[in-house]
């Protein structure tokens, strides 16, 4: 993890454990409801989170799949170059 990026991103503590599981076990894919009911924090606070992370870069959309009639969205822990871009839009 990068941790001088992680500062840069002016994150929140639901943030740094996000990306946290994330991290996990050499890298791991959840949607916002498995981070919901890992984290056991509310689906809506979770959900702005993960949307704030991947507005930055430091997380990215790994798939989606349909479910009930919506759409269920998998994140992961970004890659190297989105990392980067994304650091420069937090900064920038």
């Given at each position: 993890?990068?941790?001088?990026?992680?500062?840069?991103?002016?994150?929140h503590?639901?943030?740094?454990?996000?990306l946290?599981?994330?991290?996990?076990?050499?890298?791991?894919?959840?949607?916002?409801?498995?981070?919901?009911?890992e984290?056991?924090?509310p689906?809506?606070?979770?959900?702005?989170?993960?949307?704030?992370?991947?507005?930055?870069?430091?997380?990215?959309?790994?798939?989606?799949?349909p479910?009930?009639?919506?759409?269920?969205?998998?994140?992961?822990?970004?890659?190297?170059?989105?990392?980067?871009?994304?650091a420069?839009?937090?900064?920038?």
């Amino acid at each position: 993890m990068n941790w001088q990026l992680l500062a840069r991103a002016n994150t929140h503590p639901l943030r740094i454990s996000i990306l946290e599981v994330l991290a996990m076990d050499e890298g791991r894919t959840l949607s916002p409801n498995d981070l919901s009911c890992e984290l056991r924090t509310p689906l809506s606070n979770v959900s702005y989170h993960v949307a704030e992370l991947r507005r930055t870069g430091l997380i990215e959309l790994a798939g989606e799949r349909p479910v009930r009639g919506a759409t269920e969205h998998f994140y992961r822990e970004a890659t190297g170059a989105a990392k980067r871009n994304g650091a420069v839009e937090a900064v920038g």
